[in-house]
Each structure stands twice: as C-alpha cells, then as structure tokens.
C-alpha cells in the first residue's frame, strides 16, 4: 500500500454550484453500473429482439407480393395499423423482457445503498430524498424508454420510409401519442414496482426473485380465481393483465378483458402510491448517522 | 465561531436525546465524547442537517441549522462509523461520483478524486473494486469521500474503529496534517479516548443529553479537580471513605493503585490528615497529570 500523504493535501480552488438536476450523477452513474455487467449486457441486447420481429413484420407488409409464398394465411396480422403497435407494445413477451432487464440491471439501485450503508454518504450530500429517488428512477425510465417509447417511434419511421409517403401518419396522426403515453405509463410503473421491491430487502438477488415472483405469481393468481369464480374481474389481480387492458385503451383497441379499462388504471395507480408511501418511509429510516 | 448552538433539544418520542445544548466551537480539531445514549449521534445529526431540532437552534458555518441544510451539507465532510461504499465500483469512481454530489463538476471531480486517494495512501489501488478492500482500506476511502470537495468541517465518527494499530496511527496521522496543516475543523466523534486525546485540542463532553463539560482540553484539566495516585498500606476501606466524605472521587485500579480526585478548592494536606485518622500508612504519593480518560470519569461518572 502506498505510504499515507504521498502526493500531500492541497485545497480545490474551485466553487461548490448548485445542480440543476441534482439527481443526474446517480442516474448516470445507476445506467453504467448495470451494464458493466455481462449477463445484463446479453439480456438488455435481447430485449430488442420484438422490436427486430415487429420491423421485419413492417418490411414485410410492404413487400407482400415478394414474401407471398411465406406469408400465405398471416396477411391480415400484417394489417400496419394502430392493431399492430398495441400488439407489440402489449404482447407478454415484451412486458417479460422488460421485467427481465429491470431485474438484472436495476434490482439492487436501493437494496444495495441499504446493504452496504451507503444512503448516509447520499444524504451527507446536499441531495433531498427526492432528488435520491429521481436519480434512481431515472435508471428504469432509461431502460423502459429505450425498449418501448424508442422502437415505436423508429417503427412508425421505418413504416412511413418502406411506404414511401406519409399516408400512414395522416391515417393515423394520434399513434406517436399513445406510442408516447403508454411507454410512459410501463416506464412510471415499472420505476415504482422496481424501486418499491427494491427498498424491501437487503440483498439485490432476493429483490430479483421478488421482481419475477409477484410478477408471474399474479398472473397465476389470475389464473386459479378465474377458473374459480369465473369472472374477468379476476384480471385486476394480473400485472401483466392490467397492463394490457392499459395499452389495448391507449391505442384504442378492444380491450382484451370484458372489463372497463379504468379499474386496470386505478390499480396500476394503486400500486404506485403504495409504493411511493413505502419508499418515503423506508429511504427515511435509514437517513440517518448509525 | 464555526458551529454555534443555544439551548439545542431533540426527543424521539418520550426519549430526550438533547435536552438544552448551548455550545460555541472555533477552529482545530474538536473531540465529541459521552457514554452511549448521550446524544453525541444526535447532536452530529443536527449540525448535519439530517434532523430539526425540537427547541433552539444554532449555526455551522454561518449557515442556520434549521433553514439552510443544503448548504451546510455542501460545505461539510462526512466519514460515517460503518463501512459504506457502492458495490461494482473502483475508489476513483466512487470519490469522484460524491464530489459530483456535492456539487463539484465533473472532470474537476475526478482529478481531485486522484488527488485524495493519493492523499489517504489508496493511490495504487484507486481502480481496484471496493467490494476487494480491507477494513483499513475502506475507512481511508470514507475519509477520501469526505475530503473530496475540500470541505472547512470535518464530520468524522469513531474514525478508527476496526483498524489495526498500523492502521490506526496513519489514519490517525492523516486526520492531525487535515486539522492541524490544512486549516480543516475536525469535529471528532470518538469512543476511543487515546484518539481524541492525540487529535484534539479540545473536548465537548456529552451526558445524558446536557453538556457535562466543554472547553480546551488544558483548562478542563485544570479547573475540574486535581488528580493524585498513591500506594497505601493499611484498610483502605475508612480511608476511602473519609476521602469521599472530602467530596473526593476515589477509584483504585487493579494493581491496587489508589486515583483520587480531588475538588479544585481542596488541599492535598488533606489526603495526608485522612490517612492518619485512618491509620493508614502511605506508601506512594504523586500529583499525576489527568488524561483525558480521568477527565471523562470524572465528568461522566464512569470509568
């Protein structure tokens, strides 16, 4: 180890200033933390493997009479409209990826400050509880964003750019919007859901297992109290099932479930209040010297 | 004056962890001592900012306790008891990632990270990864944290706890060159009484939520009480008591010697009186110089 006061001490003769977005270095620095890891790296390249489907779903309708041998019967899914977005933002495969990414890269944004004490070094800093949780948040709203509001948007792109004209936008001018809103409501939801089942424990794996758990859990709990009861009421137990009944309304589609798609709003809203009285409390009882 | 507290109270609950501080400190190092439950975690709490207090109020660095928090912390370091640090990151990151935190920008940050890891001896293994440091290696990186945007006060609790005796001294030594070299108030927050001892200048002693004693350690000496040791021959047991009767405080050691603290208005002929209505014989008498041990004792009541 090198000998104590090998360079001496000067003082900075710089100033101290006052961020405008306190939070950014934690989101920063929350962004390049998970992908020095290789198995998220791996993963977060996967996830954009639905996005690759729906584009070569977009190139295909264009060049129907080129692909028609292989696409036979499949045209009418092929129909590019707002359909074909609410099918790829809503479709189970996406909503796991992106449950799959969040665990791998953002489960231990709060559970590891807690494991290893490093919230009293945040708050010794002029950061409100606040500006902690917004940097934190900001990490799965990156993540969110990048697999939803940027390959819908690149997708209508590439639809406008294979049609040659922009007929499609003038069809359908609102689609950038609900593209927009409902990447934001998953990337709000998903920020409270990640971040709640992180304040919870100490140890990031079990925070893994819990972001997987309730998630498939509740879809099972759906499951077994549908076939009991009989009722698509059930669904509201489902995240996943909430989440489409969302997204089917934002891009105004029949909703999935015969069920107003107000109550799935209310119960993604619930749960995020829930996790914002959790948080509030659990980041304030440790903000404190030991 | 850097920190300037009056009538300072917090409770949790039905608890009172400070109960009507009054305290003025200025420059040096500074120790911050009291038995456990004293409010010495309270009292750091507040001057940091974490907590409102209950009743009074006060000033670090000018900047008022209740209302300017933000700025108080920008202006202040902090080396907390417990290890802390993020996992996945090297010491560079991390020093730098805290000076952006606080304010500094962020190239300027990462050159003066390498500068303080330089400075805590962690040079060499500034791009190891945390999660691969030693205890001794973790408490310089705390320390590093700390210093990283130059703050004027130094907030540092129990800084050698965990630490060998090597280990000890250089942390030890680092925290004397930042008080004494680079015009830094050190606020000390110790169990170890042989640390505040070598650091600090003077004390502030906490019991039970009031100030027991504060002041420069030399005149806390002085004013409370003269310390004498001696060796009896004899049933110490009336001696002892006639010296209590005195308003002495009497402690004997294990190896049977006798400390007797003395009021400032007594006179140490006394002692010699004592022991001959007892009968004692005295073997050994010596006006000792009070560590600041027998000063914690005598002012807190413990030993």
């Not at chain 2, 500074?30 to 975690?41: I, T």
């Not at chain 2, 920008?105 to 500068?115: D, S, V």
Request: overall charge positive; aromatic content about 12%; proline content about 3%.
């Amino acid at each position: 180890m090198a000998t104590v006061r090998e360079k001496g001490y000067s003082h900075w003769d710089g100033k101290l200033g006052e961020r405008r977005f306190p939070w950014w270095p934690i989101t920063r620095t929350g962004i390049q933390l998970a992908f020095r890891k290789k198995r998220f790296k791996f993963v977060f390249a996967g996830a954009f493997v639905p996005a690759f489907v729906f584009l070569v779903g977009l190139y295909v309708s264009e060049r129907l009479e080129d692909f028609k041998s292989f696409v036979r019967e499949s045209d009418r899914l092929l129909n590019i409209g707002p359909k074909y977005f609410s099918a790829y933002f809503t479709n189970d495969s996406l909503l796991f990826l992106i449950v799959l990414v969040l665990a791998f890269g953002a489960a231990g944004l709060i559970a590891d400050d807690i494991k290893h004490s490093s919230l009293q070094l945040y708050f010794s800093r002029p950061l409100s509880k606040t500006d902690y949780l917004l940097g934190k948040m900001s990490v799965i709203f990156f993540f969110v964003l990048i697999l939803t509001a940027l390959p819908g948007l690149v997708l209508v792109i590439f639809k406008l750019i294979f049609a040659g004209s922009f007929k499609f936008f003038l069809d359908y001018p609102w689609l950038p919007l609900s593209i927009l809103g409902y990447s934001a409501l998953l990337t709000v939801f998903f920020a409270f859901y990640v971040l709640l089942l992180s304040a919870l424990s100490k140890n990031a794996r079990y925070v893994i297992v819990l972001i997987f758990g309730i998630y498939i859990f509740s879809n099972v709990l759906y499951g077994i109290l549908n076939s009991i009861f009989r009722t698509p009421y059930m669904a509201l137990f489902s995240v996943s099932a909430n989440l489409q009944q969302a997204g089917a309304f934002i891009f105004g589609q029949k909703l999935p479930q015969a069920v107003p798609a107000g109550w799935s709003f209310l119960v993604l809203a619930g749960i995020c209040v829930l996790a914002a009285v959790v948080l509030n409390r659990k980041i304030r009882s440790v903000e404190v010297i030991k | 004056m850097s920190i300037e507290v009056r009538d300072l109270s917090f409770r949790y609950g039905k608890i009172v962890a400070l109960d009507g501080v009054t305290m003025r400190l200025g420059e040096g190092a500074v120790g911050l001592l009291g038995p456990n439950g004293a409010g010495k975690s309270t009292l750091l709490r507040i001057l940091l900012g974490f907590l409102v207090p209950e009743r009074g109020g006060g000033k670090v660095l000018d900047y008022d306790i209740r209302r300017e928090q933000a700025m108080i912390r920008r202006s202040v370091g902090y080396m907390p008891e417990s290890d802390c640090f993020v996992a996945g990151m090297d010491a560079v990151t991390f020093t730098s990632y805290f000076g952006e935190l606080s304010g500094m920008p962020r190239q300027e940050a990462m050159k003066r990270a390498h500068e303080v890891l330089f400075y805590v001896g962690l040079g060499e293994a500034r791009y190891r990864l945390l999660d691969t440091y030693s205890a001794g290696m973790k408490q310089r990186l705390k320390l590093a944290q700390a210093l990283v945007h130059d703050p004027k006060i130094l907030f540092l609790d129990e800084p050698t706890s965990n630490l060998d005796p090597n280990g000890r001294s250089e942390i030890l030594e680092l925290i004397r060159d930042v008080s004494t070299n680079k015009s830094i108030q050190v606020i000390l927050s110790s169990h170890i009484l042989d640390d505040i001892e070598s650091i600090c200048a003077s004390v502030v002693i906490l019991k039970q939520g009031r100030l027991a004693a504060e002041g420069r350690m030399e005149d806390l000496r002085a004013i409370h009480y003269s310390l004498y040791e001696l060796r009896i021959k004899g049933d110490g047991g009336p001696f002892r008591r006639d010296l209590e009767a005195m308003g002495c405080r009497v402690d004997e050691t294990e190896d049977r010697l006798i400390k007797v603290y003395m009021p400032e208005a007594g006179d140490r002929m006394d002692i010699f009186r004592a022991a001959a209505r007892t009968g004692v014989q005295l073997r050994y008498f010596v006006k000792s110089r009070t560590s600041l041990e027998d000063l914690f004792a005598g002012v807190v009541g413990v030993d």
